[in-house]
């Protein structure tokens, strides 16, 4: 069974140091969680590579233009597939994106991203929840050079969406890792790890910021598993 991650939401210093002191594997740095998470700074970026270059954990950047929808007019996909060259350029792992056309997954912008930042991991969002059919879109993913995917399974809380997330995982037939994401509890860590989640995905507090001891829970219950 592969082991899973912890990845820890962060989106200021506080965060950063939270994420860095319960040993988180990666954080997905963003701001503005208010609104479902948007591209931070350039200079957070930096702050985030930095504390990863003294030990902490790895950087991967939530690229999303504006809240709202996922449907973009082509200037916005422009200006993310930008805003995901510069963060690599700014030392991040990876960048986490995605898109959707009417209704289905934006192929095409995802395949833009991925051909623009080079090795860097490049992880598609929970836009795959807004769609009809989350395990079609991790097929139509497969061999497209994506790292992983983030889902509740398509259901308002990723515990609700067990099901459907452990179909995601075999749809993926290894090629893809699954992360599960959204409404994760501590409580509900064991079910989801059962599904065969590559990691867990969480922001360890109800208010948007992380608080030490419940990130301490969350990688202890994934600790647990190992």
């Known amino acids: 069974m592969t082991v899973p991650a912890f990845e820890l939401i962060a989106q200021d210093p506080h965060g950063l140091e939270v994420a860095a002191s319960v040993g988180a594997d990666r954080i997905e740095l963003c701001c503005a969680l208010?609104?479902?998470?948007?591209?931070?700074?350039?200079?957070?970026?930096?702050?985030?590579?930095?504390?990863?270059?003294?030990?902490?954990?790895?950087?991967?950047?939530?690229?999303?233009?504006?809240?709202?929808?996922?449907?973009?007019?082509?200037a916005?996909?422009?200006?993310?597939?930008?805003?995901?060259?510069?963060?690599?350029?700014?030392?991040?792992?990876?960048?986490?994106?995605?898109?959707?056309?009417?209704?289905?997954?934006?192929?095409?912008?995802?395949?833009?991203v991925v051909s623009s930042v080079g090795d860097a991991s490049v992880t598609v969002h929970r836009v795959v929840d807004s769609l009809a059919d989350p395990v079609g879109a991790v097929i139509s993913l497969r061999d497209r050079g994506v790292r992983r995917v983030l889902t509740s399974g398509g259901a308002a809380k990723a515990p609700d969406g067990v099901a459907t997330i452990a179909a995601m995982v075999q749809a993926a037939e290894g090629q893809i890792e699954i992360m599960a994401g959204g409404g994760v509890s501590v409580a509900s860590v064991p079910a989801l790890i059962d599904?065969?989640?590559?990691?867990?995905?969480?922001?360890?507090?109800g208010d948007g910021q992380p608080d030490v001891a419940v990130a301490r829970q969350f990688e202890a219950a994934i600790r647990r598993s190992r």
């Open 76 to 112: 916005e996909l422009d200006l993310m597939v930008a805003d995901a060259v510069t963060s690599v350029q700014h030392g991040a792992d990876g960048v986490v994106i995605g898109a959707s056309e009417r209704g289905v997954l934006d192929l095409a912008f995802v395949d833009r």
């Open 34 to 74: 208010e609104l479902g998470g948007l591209t931070p700074s350039l200079a957070l970026i930096d702050a985030a590579v930095a504390a990863r270059d003294a030990g902490g954990p790895g950087v991967h950047v939530l690229v999303r233009s504006r809240p709202g929808g996922f449907e973009y007019h082509p």
């Open 195 to 205: 599904a065969r989640v590559s990691a867990i995905h969480a922001s360890a507090s």
